[in-house]
């Protein structure tokens, strides 16, 4: 089990017609569970070559060496800075190699940054000038998904055509102990629609209806 109280799935593995996928794992407690995250990719899509981003505060809850050792050649685990001895650009290699990219979880912080444009690290820069559909699944702390700022960055993403945005649901805090916290939908929902927004851009589809107003998702997500 990736999380406790979190079953498997027990379905079997949405399509993904992509044979490169970037993903990125930031600094939530939700990332100790991405080695087996990262199994359950091998083993359901074999031919999938994968490229797994940490930010610096994801290293704080999983190890590069852990999650390396389990893409064995199928794939790499980079670290989410610019190397000094790198002679090509990495956020431009990486924003032209991907064919989906899929950020699991996503912190507050991360999800904000992303919001507001920034591009102070390659991933973020990779993931506003690529053209390759973007998941984006938050893991937020008791109040995150109520507040204002949060709400503010949620309508800025959900305004991108290439940008996915994976609705958090309620788990518990590893702080409070109370279900007062928000957590990722299984991998396996993300993926299906991160899929589903590729096919859409691949058609030519138009643009998707304007989102919601953020009270309006905020509310719907607490009656749920």
Known sequence: MPVPGVQAPVTGPPALNVERLLVVTTGSAFATGMPYWVDWLRLSYPGLV??????????????????????????????????????????????????????????????ARLALGLAD?????????TRAPVAVAPALPPGGLESAAFQAHW????????????PPHPGVSLTTGRADAWVPPLLPEVLGMLEHRRAELEAGLPDREPPAAPAEFAADLARS
């Open 121 to 129: 690290s390659p991933v973020l820069l990779a993931c506003h000038c």
């Open 155 to 166: 309508a800025a993403l959900a305004a991108r055509p290439n940008v996915v945005l994976a």
């Open 50 to 111: 994968i490229r797994l981003v940490l930010t610096r505060s994801a290293r704080r809850f999983v190890t590069r060496q852990a999650l390396a050792g389990r893409l064995h050649r199928d794939g790499e685990v980079l670290l989410d800075e610019w190397p000094e001895d790198e002679a090509v650009a990495r956020h431009v290699e990486l924003a032209e190699w991907a064919q989906a990219v899929v950020v699991y979880p996503a912190t507050f912080h991360f999800t």
